[in-house]
T-cell receptor, first 113, second 113 residues
Framework: DQQVKQNSPSLSVQEGRISILNCDYT??????FLWYKKYPAEGPTFLIS?????DKNEDGRFTVFLNKSAKHLSLHIVPSQPGDSAVYFC????????????FGAGTTVTVRA | EAGVTQFPSHSVIEKGQTVTLRCDPI?????LYWYRRVMGKEIKFLLH????????ESGMPNNRFLAERTGGTYSTLKVQPAELEDSGVYFC???????????FGPGTRLTVT
């Protein structure tokens, strides 16, 4: 059973605009969440994370929001740049599972010039 | 600092043959993970080593898969005999501690024909 879901397989956004990627999870034991970015033929690269004790974490152009009651998190990229075109994976982990990562299926972001 | 490396980058084998994948984690990282991505779906956990010990192998599909981490350094993942459904991209990741981000290698693309 897939415990982390990214319901939008793709997203197209104009350069300079905001990209919003969404992720839902079902396991209430998850207490640490991460976003990874992946280019073709490369491994996932860590982007940003958030602990369940927080509801927001910001790092430059990237902000992750966590809504625990809704079991939902989102990644905001502002402003979007052509180099942001990639597949973005949401991942979640739990102390009870030794923090092994459960991934969503990914969202392909295309930034148009 | 060198990142996680994996060898080979691509392997094509026939059904019934044996393949061994290798992962060299970042130096000093005690935690080593294997993941697999099949048919562009979500990345799924296979197993987790802490040093040379298997901490969690709950994601291993069946007994045709054997992972080792001799001396707590590099790890190998052997598939014997390979089946068509084993095709996919196998990622290795490492981390200093279980909590926090994991650093991924570029992956090994396995094609079983």
């Amino acid at each position: 059973d897939q415990q982390v879901k990214q319901n939008s397989p793709s997203l197209s956004v104009q350069e300079g605009r905001i990209s919003i990627l969404n992720c839902d999870y079902t396991n209430s034991m998850f207490d640490y969440f991460l976003w990874y970015k992946k280019y073709p033929a490369e491994g996932p690269t860590f982007l940003i994370s958030i602990s369940s004790i927080k509801d927001k974490n910001e790092d430059g152009r990237f902000t992750v929001f966590l809504n625990k009651s809704a079991k939902h998190l989102s990644l905001h990229i502002v402003p979007s740049q052509p180099g942001d075109s990639a597949v973005y994976f949401c991942a979640a982990s739990a102390l009870s599972n030794d923090y092994k990562l459960s991934f969503g299926a990914g969202t392909t972001v295309t930034v148009r010039a | 600092e060198a990142g996680v490396t994996q060898f080979p980058s691509h392997s094509v084998i026939e059904k019934g043959q044996t393949v061994t994948l290798r992962c060299d984690p970042i130096s000093g990282h005690d935690n080593l993970y294997w993941y697999r991505r099949v048919m562009g779906k979500e990345i799924k956990f296979l197993l987790h080593f802490v040093k040379e010990s298997k901490q969690d192998e709950s994601g291993m599909p069946n007994n045709r898969f054997l992972a080792e981490r001799t001396g707590g350094t590099y790890s190998t993942l052997k598939v014997q005999p390979a089946e068509l459904e084993d095709s996919g991209v196998y990622f290795c990741a490492s981390s200093q501690r279980a909590y926090g981000e994991q650093y991924f290698g570029p992956g090994t693309r396995l094609t079983v024909t």
